[in-house]
């Protein structure tokens, strides 16, 4: 095994395009399980652990950028983050647990691409943008077309991400959620994970609803159909069934050891009833 | 050549750079303490500190820990002077075969809150197959 140890943004750039080969390596936490089952034996590693100009949070007029290397405890204690961006705040308080957290990072969860990505329902809904580096210069895409498949991304060859850009919402939602449903308190991987952004207008109709569900498909998915159906409309029970049923026109769940196609389906829809009819707590 | 601290004092390695942190601990410093338990981040046995921080050691190459300060369960008493944590596990009978406390004092000798709901939170990636939990809660909680 050969590991390659940048030190700056630049010198990562420059190593990985002379070994297009690399994997690359950011808090290990995944990557790491796959070492450990000799999978990633006589591969090269390019260790971007030490790039410390990637661990930083920019804030600028219209967001906030989190540096692709930053930790996600250190995400969850950041005021702005934490006041502007909660979905994301509860959902990166829920990987793996608290030693995970210390050293797994943003964009490590991102470029592994994992269905169950716990973070990726929060970054859809808010919107987020991937600012990559590469030997072809910067890129800037937007979060949801950043996955490809199962362990799978658009990113590449040589093209590292530097960053994630979350954008200021224009209004305070009125309602939002994420919810992680595992087997386990910790260190679980989702059945499901949902998080919801609802804006109402003054008599009750909906102005705009975002709503993702993680590990219920190959990648994240926002919920294209319910969210258009029910926008402009109030939202009584009919309609809300209604748009429980659109719900499976943006998902694919599949059944493994892990849960089942039905109860998948029965516990998304669960989660997007309550947050429709306003059963979810707000804080 | 890798440069750290363990338990406060300076340490060089020179092996593999993708040895794991657990085994540069207990087969190259001889600190037996930190145990292994998946080996893959879900049972939170093999949890030390680096730089203050709960982590789980076999998730760690050593290459990564150039210039940190780790610390193991070996740091945190000495059986003629026992952490208060480690008094107040012995009170409540928070350990029984023993292999998850090393881990579980790690993470709990970082753990601000006194909340049954917070130490619930704080300490859920870590499992143990004894206790049950509640004796656990009530030795970190009475401390």
């Known amino acids: ?37 000799g999978t990633l034996n006589h591969k090269t590693i390019l ?31 950041d005021p702005v983050i934490f006041e502007k ?27 592994n691409a994992s269905p169950a990505g716990d973070t990726f329902p929060p970054l859809v809904v808010y919107e987020a943008v991937v600012h990559t580096v590469s030997p072809h210069g910067p890129r800037s895409i937007p979060v949801r077309e950043v996955f490809a498949g199962v362990k799978k991304t658009t990113l590449g060859p040589g093209e590292l991400i530097a960053s994630i850009e979350l954008p200021f919402l224009k209004q305070n939602p009125d309602r939002q959620l994420f919810r992680k449903v595992g087997g386990r308190a910790a260190m679980t991987i989702s059945k499901t994970a949902a998080a919801g952004l609802l804006w109402l207008k003054p008599d009750g109709a909906v102005k705009e609803l975002r709503f993702a569900l993680g590990s219920m498909a190959p990648t994240v998915r926002r919920l294209r159909a319910a969210e258009k159906f029910v926008k402009g409309k109030k939202l009584t029970p009919e ?45 | 050549m890798i440069t750290f601290t363990i ?26 303490g930190t145990k292994e338990g998946c080996g893959e981040g879900e049972c939170g046995a093999c949890t030390v500190l680096v730089d203050d921080l709960p982590a789980t050691s076999c998730l760690i190459p050593i290459g990564q820990m150039q210039g940190r300060a780790i610390e ?14 480690q008094k107040s596990f012995l009170k409540h009978g928070g350990s029984q075969c023993g292999f998850c406390t090393p881990g579980i004092l790690m993470s709990a000798s ?20 004894c206790t049950g939990y509640q004796q656990i809660v009530d030795s970190i909680r009475n401390k």
């Open chain 2, 110 to 129: 970082r753990l601000q809150t006194k909340k049954h709901s917070g130490i619930r939170k704080a300490m859920a990636g870590h499992l143990c197959r």
């Open chain 1, 1 to 37: 095994m050969t590991v390659l140890g940048p030190r700056t943004g630049s010198e990562a750039v420059a190593l990985y395009e002379k070994n297009p080969q690399a994997i690359p390596l950011a808090g290990g936490t995944d990557l790491m399980v796959a070492w450990n089952r």
């Open chain 2, 72 to 85: 193991t369960v070996e740091n945190l008493g000495r059986p003629d002077k026992l952490h208060p944590l």
């Open chain 2, 7 to 32: 338990n406060g004092k300076k340490r060089t390695y020179k092996g593999l750079a993708f040895k794991r942190l657990i085994d540069v601990l207990r087969e190259d410093f001889a600190l037996t």
């Open chain 1, 85 to 111: 961006f909660p979905l994301l705040v509860q959902a990166a308080s829920i990987v793996g647990a608290w030693q995970i957290q210390n050293r797994a990072t943003l964009a490590g969860n991102i470029a």
């Open chain 1, 239 to 283: 309609i809300v069934s209604e748009a429980l049923e659109l719900l499976k026109k943006d998902v694919s769940p599949i059944d493994d050891w892990r849960s089942t196609i039905e109860y998948r389906l029965r516990v998304s829809q669960n989660l997007l009833e309550a947050f429709l009819l306003g059963h979810v707590p707000q804080r």
């Open chain 1, 47 to 77: 260790d971007l652990s030490a790039v410390r100009e990637w661990r930083a949070i920019a804030k600028t007029e219209t967001g906030v950028l989190i540096g692709s290397l930053l930790p996600l405890s250190e995400l969850q204690k």
